[in-house]
T-cell receptor, first 115, second 114 residues
Protein backbone atom coordinates (compact mmCIF):
# COMPACT_ATOMS: atom_id res chain seq x y z
CA UNK A 1 0.00 0.00 0.00
CA UNK A 2 1.62 3.20 -1.23
CA UNK A 3 1.10 5.75 1.54
CA UNK A 4 2.83 8.52 -0.37
CA UNK A 5 1.80 8.88 -3.99
CA UNK A 6 3.31 10.90 -6.77
CA UNK A 7 0.86 10.01 -9.47
CA UNK A 8 2.48 11.85 -12.34
CA UNK A 9 5.72 10.09 -13.26
CA UNK A 10 7.02 12.99 -15.30
CA UNK A 11 6.59 16.68 -15.97
CA UNK A 12 8.01 18.89 -18.70
CA UNK A 13 8.02 22.71 -18.44
CA UNK A 14 9.57 25.61 -20.29
CA UNK A 15 12.47 27.44 -18.72
CA UNK A 16 11.27 30.47 -16.78
CA UNK A 17 7.81 29.06 -16.17
CA UNK A 18 6.46 27.53 -12.98
CA UNK A 19 6.90 23.83 -12.18
CA UNK A 20 4.29 22.30 -9.90
CA UNK A 21 5.04 18.86 -8.53
CA UNK A 22 2.24 17.14 -6.66
CA UNK A 23 2.22 14.59 -3.88
CA UNK A 24 -0.68 12.91 -2.09
CA UNK A 25 -0.63 10.89 1.09
CA UNK A 26 -3.08 8.53 2.70
CA UNK A 27 -1.79 8.28 6.27
CA UNK A 28 -3.49 10.98 8.32
CA UNK A 29 -0.84 10.56 11.01
CA UNK A 30 1.84 12.08 8.79
CA UNK A 31 2.79 15.47 10.12
CA UNK A 32 6.14 16.27 8.55
CA UNK A 33 6.96 16.33 4.87
CA UNK A 34 10.14 16.68 2.85
CA UNK A 35 11.16 17.04 -0.76
CA UNK A 36 14.38 15.61 -2.17
CA UNK A 37 15.95 16.14 -5.57
CA UNK A 38 18.02 13.47 -7.31
CA UNK A 39 20.30 13.78 -10.30
CA UNK A 40 21.37 10.66 -12.23
CA UNK A 41 24.29 8.80 -10.64
CA UNK A 42 24.01 10.88 -7.47
CA UNK A 43 22.20 10.38 -4.18
CA UNK A 44 19.13 12.48 -3.35
CA UNK A 45 19.68 15.90 -1.81
CA UNK A 46 17.35 17.54 0.66
CA UNK A 47 15.40 20.42 -0.82
CA UNK A 48 12.75 21.72 1.53
CA UNK A 49 10.48 20.52 4.31
CA UNK A 50 7.22 21.51 5.95
CA UNK A 51 5.57 20.72 9.23
CA UNK A 52 1.83 20.16 9.47
CA UNK A 53 1.47 23.25 11.65
CA UNK A 54 2.21 25.30 8.53
CA UNK A 55 0.57 25.42 5.15
CA UNK A 56 3.43 27.01 3.28
CA UNK A 57 7.21 27.08 3.43
CA UNK A 58 9.39 29.05 1.08
CA UNK A 59 13.10 28.85 0.29
CA UNK A 60 14.26 30.92 -2.64
CA UNK A 61 12.68 29.63 -5.82
CA UNK A 62 11.15 26.66 -4.01
CA UNK A 63 7.85 26.77 -2.14
CA UNK A 64 6.01 23.83 -0.64
CA UNK A 65 2.29 24.05 0.04
CA UNK A 66 0.45 21.70 2.35
CA UNK A 67 -3.29 21.06 2.29
CA UNK A 68 -3.95 18.81 5.27
CA UNK A 69 -7.66 18.36 4.63
CA UNK A 70 -6.93 17.09 1.13
CA UNK A 71 -3.82 15.21 2.24
CA UNK A 72 -1.98 16.90 -0.55
CA UNK A 73 1.25 18.82 -0.89
CA UNK A 74 2.90 20.46 -3.82
CA UNK A 75 6.31 21.82 -4.64
CA UNK A 76 6.43 24.99 -6.74
CA UNK A 77 9.60 25.99 -8.52
CA UNK A 78 9.57 29.53 -9.87
CA UNK A 79 11.18 30.30 -12.23
CA UNK A 80 12.19 26.86 -13.47
CA UNK A 81 15.73 26.46 -14.75
CA UNK A 82 17.32 23.71 -16.86
CA UNK A 83 19.45 22.74 -13.84
CA UNK A 84 16.26 21.83 -12.02
CA UNK A 85 15.82 18.84 -14.33
CA UNK A 86 15.97 15.88 -11.95
CA UNK A 87 13.84 13.34 -10.14
CA UNK A 88 11.92 14.81 -7.20
CA UNK A 89 10.87 12.65 -4.28
CA UNK A 90 8.23 13.56 -1.77
CA UNK A 91 8.61 11.99 1.70
CA UNK A 92 6.48 11.97 4.82
CA UNK A 93 6.63 10.87 8.41
CA UNK A 94 4.85 11.03 11.73
CA UNK A 95 6.46 12.58 14.78
CA UNK A 96 9.88 13.11 13.16
CA UNK A 97 11.76 13.25 16.43
CA UNK A 98 10.04 10.19 17.86
CA UNK A 99 11.90 6.99 18.58
CA UNK A 100 10.31 5.04 15.75
CA UNK A 101 9.98 7.67 13.09
CA UNK A 102 10.93 6.80 9.55
CA UNK A 103 10.52 8.38 6.18
CA UNK A 104 8.05 7.05 3.64
CA UNK A 105 8.89 8.12 0.12
CA UNK A 106 6.88 8.48 -3.05
CA UNK A 107 8.11 6.95 -6.30
CA UNK A 108 9.39 10.23 -7.63
CA UNK A 109 8.58 12.62 -10.48
CA UNK A 110 11.00 13.28 -13.30
CA UNK A 111 11.07 16.99 -14.09
CA UNK A 112 12.45 18.18 -17.40
CA UNK A 113 12.95 21.90 -17.90
CA UNK A 114 13.27 22.82 -21.57
CA UNK A 115 15.60 25.70 -22.47
CA UNK B 1 34.61 18.06 3.68
CA UNK B 2 34.31 14.65 2.05
CA UNK B 3 30.81 13.43 1.29
CA UNK B 4 29.19 10.10 1.94
CA UNK B 5 30.97 7.32 0.13
CA UNK B 6 29.62 3.92 -0.78
CA UNK B 7 31.49 0.88 -1.99
CA UNK B 8 31.31 -0.84 -4.30
CA UNK B 9 29.45 1.35 -6.79
CA UNK B 10 28.34 -1.59 -8.91
CA UNK B 11 27.86 -5.23 -8.06
CA UNK B 12 26.58 -8.28 -9.91
CA UNK B 13 25.54 -11.34 -7.96
CA UNK B 14 23.52 -14.48 -8.62
CA UNK B 15 20.45 -15.72 -6.82
CA UNK B 16 21.16 -17.35 -3.50
CA UNK B 17 24.40 -15.50 -2.88
CA UNK B 18 24.91 -12.95 -0.17
CA UNK B 19 26.29 -9.45 -0.46
CA UNK B 20 27.76 -6.80 1.83
CA UNK B 21 27.63 -3.12 1.00
CA UNK B 22 29.64 -0.46 2.77
CA UNK B 23 28.92 3.14 3.64
CA UNK B 24 31.29 5.73 5.08
CA UNK B 25 29.42 8.73 6.47
CA UNK B 26 30.55 12.31 6.56
CA UNK B 27 33.08 12.82 9.33
CA UNK B 28 31.32 13.54 12.61
CA UNK B 29 27.98 12.13 11.52
CA UNK B 30 26.66 9.44 13.83
CA UNK B 31 23.46 8.50 12.03
CA UNK B 32 23.46 6.31 8.95
CA UNK B 33 20.29 5.28 7.15
CA UNK B 34 19.92 2.81 4.32
CA UNK B 35 17.38 2.96 1.49
CA UNK B 36 16.45 0.78 -1.46
CA UNK B 37 15.44 2.43 -4.72
CA UNK B 38 13.62 0.50 -7.44
CA UNK B 39 11.58 1.75 -10.40
CA UNK B 40 8.46 0.03 -9.10
CA UNK B 41 8.59 1.03 -5.44
CA UNK B 42 10.64 4.19 -5.46
CA UNK B 43 12.71 4.90 -2.37
CA UNK B 44 12.08 2.66 0.61
CA UNK B 45 13.61 2.95 4.05
CA UNK B 46 15.57 -0.08 5.23
CA UNK B 47 17.01 0.87 8.60
CA UNK B 48 18.83 3.54 10.55
CA UNK B 49 21.85 3.16 12.81
CA UNK B 50 22.96 5.64 15.40
CA UNK B 51 26.00 5.15 17.58
CA UNK B 52 26.29 1.47 16.61
CA UNK B 53 22.66 0.71 17.49
CA UNK B 54 19.81 0.08 15.10
CA UNK B 55 17.37 2.81 15.92
CA UNK B 56 14.73 2.18 13.32
CA UNK B 57 13.73 -0.45 10.80
CA UNK B 58 11.57 -0.50 7.69
CA UNK B 59 9.39 -3.31 6.40
CA UNK B 60 11.97 -5.58 4.85
CA UNK B 61 12.55 -9.28 5.50
CA UNK B 62 15.21 -10.49 7.88
CA UNK B 63 17.51 -11.25 4.94
CA UNK B 64 18.37 -7.57 5.08
CA UNK B 65 20.59 -6.70 7.99
CA UNK B 66 23.10 -4.08 8.91
CA UNK B 67 25.55 -2.91 11.46
CA UNK B 68 27.48 0.18 12.39
CA UNK B 69 31.01 0.37 13.68
CA UNK B 70 32.49 2.64 16.30
CA UNK B 71 33.78 4.99 13.58
CA UNK B 72 30.19 5.29 12.30
CA UNK B 73 30.92 3.38 9.10
CA UNK B 74 28.05 1.07 8.30
CA UNK B 75 27.57 -2.12 6.37
CA UNK B 76 24.43 -3.63 4.96
CA UNK B 77 24.16 -7.34 4.27
CA UNK B 78 21.63 -9.14 2.13
CA UNK B 79 21.60 -12.91 2.36
CA UNK B 80 20.04 -15.42 -0.04
CA UNK B 81 19.69 -12.88 -2.82
CA UNK B 82 16.53 -12.84 -4.93
CA UNK B 83 15.99 -11.31 -8.36
CA UNK B 84 13.79 -8.66 -6.77
CA UNK B 85 16.70 -7.41 -4.69
CA UNK B 86 18.16 -5.78 -7.79
CA UNK B 87 18.11 -2.11 -6.93
CA UNK B 88 20.09 0.97 -6.13
CA UNK B 89 21.02 0.94 -2.45
CA UNK B 90 21.56 4.35 -0.95
CA UNK B 91 22.94 5.30 2.39
CA UNK B 92 22.60 8.67 4.02
CA UNK B 93 24.31 10.21 7.00
CA UNK B 94 23.43 13.02 9.34
CA UNK B 95 24.71 14.40 12.60
CA UNK B 96 21.97 13.23 14.91
CA UNK B 97 19.37 11.77 12.61
CA UNK B 98 17.42 12.95 9.56
CA UNK B 99 14.63 14.38 11.71
CA UNK B 100 16.82 16.96 13.37
CA UNK B 101 19.62 17.38 10.86
CA UNK B 102 19.94 17.42 7.11
CA UNK B 103 20.52 14.02 5.64
CA UNK B 104 23.28 13.65 3.04
CA UNK B 105 23.10 10.79 0.60
CA UNK B 106 25.87 8.82 -1.01
CA UNK B 107 25.87 8.00 -4.74
CA UNK B 108 24.55 4.49 -4.11
CA UNK B 109 25.53 0.93 -4.92
CA UNK B 110 23.83 -0.56 -7.96
CA UNK B 111 23.17 -4.24 -7.23
CA UNK B 112 22.14 -6.56 -10.03
CA UNK B 113 20.99 -10.06 -9.15
CA UNK B 114 21.04 -12.56 -12.02
Amino acid sequence: DQQVKQNSPSLSVQEGRISILNCDYTNSMFDYFLWYKKYPAEGPTFLISISSIKDKNEDGRFTVFLNKSAKHLSLHIVPSQPGDSAVYFCAATHDPTGANSKLTFGKGITLSVRP
Amino acid sequence: KAGVTQTPRYLIKTRGQQVTLSCSPISGHRSVSWYQQTPGQGLQFLFEYFSETQRNKGNFPGRFSGRQFSNSRSEMNVSTLELGDSALYLCASSLGGWATDTQYFGPGTRLTVL
